[in-house]
């Protein structure tokens, strides 16, 4: 339930989603998450940072820990399944 709990807040699967591929700035990951207000992601990041989802490194970029990677790779079947549910919601071309 605690992984709910924290995936359940707003934007946190979001910045592990956006973190997937290495490293990235605040203010780049800010921009990545829709312009979310600095505070909100200051937040989040340390909601990420106390769970270890999430690390900074010394060039103060934000990247996923293994744990992070873990919450990822758990991830991509709801991805995969979220990609058909769409496609089965989307009109027919007739």
């Known amino acids: 339930m605690a992984a709910l709990d924290l995936f359940g807040r707003r ?3 979001r910045i592990v989603w956006e ?3 290495g ?3 605040f203010r ?3 921009q990545r998450c829709d312009n979310m207000s600095s505070s909100v992601l200051r937040q989040r990041l340390t909601e990420l940072l106390d769970a270890r989802l999430v690390q900074q490194q010394p060039d ?3 990247a996923l820990t293994e ?3 873990g919450a990822y790779r758990a991830l991509r079947p709801l ?3 979220s990609d058909e549910w769409a496609s089965d919601l ?3 071309d007739e």
């Open 79 to 81: 991805v995969r399944w």
């Open 28 to 30: 780049a990951l800010q």
């Open 90 to 92: 989307a009109p027919d």
């Open 67 to 69: 744990l992070g990677h």
């Open 11 to 13: 934007w946190n699967l």
């Open 23 to 25: 490293p990235v700035g």
């Open 19 to 21: 973190l997937r591929h």
């Open 60 to 62: 103060t970029a934000y």
